[in-house]
T-cell receptor, first 115, second 113 residues
């Protein structure tokens, strides 16, 4: 069975600094999608970034980038120039290509940003 | 603006009572989903629907029921058979194609009186 593991329940970073959130997953599939979602105190889940497994190039969205290591089954999120508004729960999620309904989430990492 | 609307934001249930959570989307998405979120457990899939009048059980469907009579609506009923209903419930939808992410509503917090 596919699983997603986020081993850091909490992380903290100073404003303007860089922080990396870890995510590992387990699958026997070769083609799949990976996502990072942000859940601020308002509780809405917001898509931050996504990565297609067949693309070797790491995805980037403004201050957010990923380090996708397919062989190691690792998908970390790097937040550069951290802002107070980045404080939230961050969830890593996996979805196999063959089943678009199956979105498997990790348990989340709570990120605190200090001024 | 297109989006997903969940109501109510907060809901209270008495023992033995069924309650229904509303989810409406105007994104013209075919697929809709219901998730339950508990502290420290991430999101777990309750039910999902790919087309009108059809839906499938997710990983934790026991004690829940759904309907999909319209494309834009996917209500979730928490029945009295669900013994631990206190949780945060999130509705999501997605468009066609394997690369389409799921978009989420703002959620409903259900508590037991």
């Amino acid at each position: 069975a596919q699983t997603v593991t986020q081993s850091q329940p909490e992380m903290s970073v100073q404003e303007a600094e860089t922080v990396t959130l870890s995510c590992t997953y387990d699958t026997s599939e070769s083609d799949y999608y990976l996502f990072w979602y942000k859940q601020p105190p308002s509780r809405q889940m917001i898509l931050v970034i996504r990565q297609e497994a067949y693309k070797q190039q790491n995805a980037t969205e403004n201050r957010f980038s990923v380090n996708f290591q397919k062989a190691a089954k690792s998908f970390s999120l790097k937040i550069s120039d951290s802002q107070l508004g980045d404080a939230a729960m961050y969830f890593c999620a996996y979805r196999p290509t063959y089943n678009t309904d199956k979105l498997i989430f990790g348990t989340g990492t709570r990120l605190q940003v200090f001024p | 603006d297109g989006g997903i609307t969940q109501s109510p934001k907060y809901l209270f249930r008495k023992e033995g009572q069924n309650v229904t959570l509303s989810c409406e989307q105007n994104l013209n998405h075919d697929a809709m989903y219901w998730y339950r979120q508990d502290p420290g457990q991430g999101l777990r899939l309750i039910y999902y629907s790919q087309i009108v009048n059809d839906f499938q059980k997710g990983d934790i469907a026991e004690g829940y029921s759904v309907s999909r009579e319209k494309k834009e609506s996917f209500p979730l009923t928490v029945t009295s058979a669900q013994k631990n209903p206190t949780a945060f419930y999130l509705c999501a939808s997605s468009g066609p194609g394997v690369n389409q992410p799921q978009h989420f509503g703002d959620g409903t917090r259900l508590s037991i009186l």
